[in-house]
Structures are given as structure tokens and as C-alpha cells.
């Protein structure tokens, strides 16, 4: 059981800020924490492209561009792919997200390679303004939408800005446009041995400006830990007990954690916590 590369928790708890911080830019997609799954991940976008894959017209510049930034720090396309973004997306475990301002002023989503949605669905998506995109997060509008407008106006190419997102899940499953399959069998699950039946999911998240085509790249690494494992460092426990029950109530219907709540104690009851 390795130890999980990533711990956000022990920041507290999840809020609707972005919470970006800058990175330097080789630590952009490498090194790639999740390279193991790299077979699943292509063996899904060749059989599942219709769900996983999709380009706007107007989109093919920016990605030929980032597909040449993904090449160069992560090496060639594995196998054989339509698509310049899906040829960069197999070199990756990271999802690759363009986004576009459009005539308007709006950033779009243009185009995305989306192997591993935490509870939304590419075909939905695309070509969505940032207010389509965040809709339903609680409060996000217009406060988050406005202040990520202007954050992605103001970037410059060569910055690689990060933030982590995170939640508990019974299962190891990545491929996740809906979150009621996870729902359904958490109500059926006993809350004895809960500890080693839910998993830690973070979302690592980058944004960067490609230089020619001005575009902005959004790119989503999710890394799947037992929780069990996140727990066992010094203070974790605490920290995730903390973060856990520090979350904003309406942000965390939002997520779906009430589904998990009942596992999550006992699960921290389990590891040494307080029912």
C-alpha cells in the first residue's frame, strides 16, 4: 500500500475559494504520480471516445500547441489517436481541459480529453462559458466565476498555477460522470470494516496559458488512495476529522458527503477517532 502523494486535507477543510497557488512550471505533469493506470486510461479512450473526447471547431490550434507542451516533458503519444489532444492525453494520466475566449470575453471549454470526471459529463460541458461550467457548485456565482475570469485574463504564459480538490468514495473507480452509483452502494454498505472499504480521491489541478494561441489549459490528475492509508501518518487522522466536519454544510451536500457520512465516523472510529 504506497503512501498517497497527495494530502489536502492537511490544509483544512475544502472551501469555494480557488486556493491557486503558484508551482514551478517542470513540476507542471511530472513526475506523473499516477502513471500505473496509464493502460486503463487509453484502453477507455479507444472504447469509450464519444464520452471521454471532444473538440469545438476553432479548438485544433490551441491543441496541436498543448499537445507539443505535453510531448516535451512526457514523451511520445502511446498508440495510435485521431486527434493531436488525444495523442498528448495518452502520455499522461492527467486529463487536459482547453479553454478559449471567445468573442465576447467569455473562456469556453473548447475542447477536452475527460477520462476521470468527478461527477460531470464532457458532452454537457463543452462549449460552456465558466458560469455553465460552475453552475451548480453553491455560492459560485458570480464571486468564484468572476474572480476565475480574472485570474485566467491575468496569467501569463509560463506560470503553472495548482489547487487540490478531494472527497471519499466506496470504490476505486475513476471514470465517474455521475456520483449516484457511488450513492447507491454506500447506502448498502456495513459500517463495520468501512475504513478499508472507502478510498481518498484528489483531484490535482494545474491551469497554464499557452503562448501562441493564448489559450488556457486546465488539467486534472486524480489520484485514488485507500482512506485508510491517508490516515495513518501523524495528526492525519485529526487532520482529515477536522477537515471533514469543518466543510461549509452547503458545499458538502453539494458534493454528496451526507451519502458517506454514517461510513466516514465509523471509519474514524475504526483508525482511532471519535465515533
Known sequence: MRRPPYLPFLNGPLSLSPGLKPIAPETWLCPDTEAAVLGEKRALMAARRGEVYGARDGSELAA?????????VAGPAVGDWTSALEGAASAVSDD??????????LWRLEAASLCAPTFWRLDEKLGEPLGGLHGPVPGA???MVSRIHRMFDALRPGQVLERFNWTVQPGTERFTPSQEAFKAVAAGMSEVGALDALWLRVERQTISKLEMSGAVVFTIRVAIDPLRAALEG??????????WDGIDP???????????QRLVRAGLAEAGGSP
Do not use: M, S, T
Not at 496541436?64 to 516535451?72: Q, S
Not at 501523524?234 to 477537515?243: E, N, V
Open 250 to 260: 452547503a458545499l458538502a451536500e453539494y458534493k454528496g458527503w451526507l451519502a458517506y
Open 141 to 143: 456565482n458570480p464571486g
Open 64 to 72: 496541436l500547441e498543448l499537445a507539443a507542451a505535453v510531448h516535451k
Open 96 to 105: 487536459l481541459c482547453i479553454l478559449i475566449k471567445d468573442e465576447d470575453g
Open 234 to 243: 501523524p495528526g492525519h487522522r485529526q487532520a482529515f476529522q477536522a477537515a
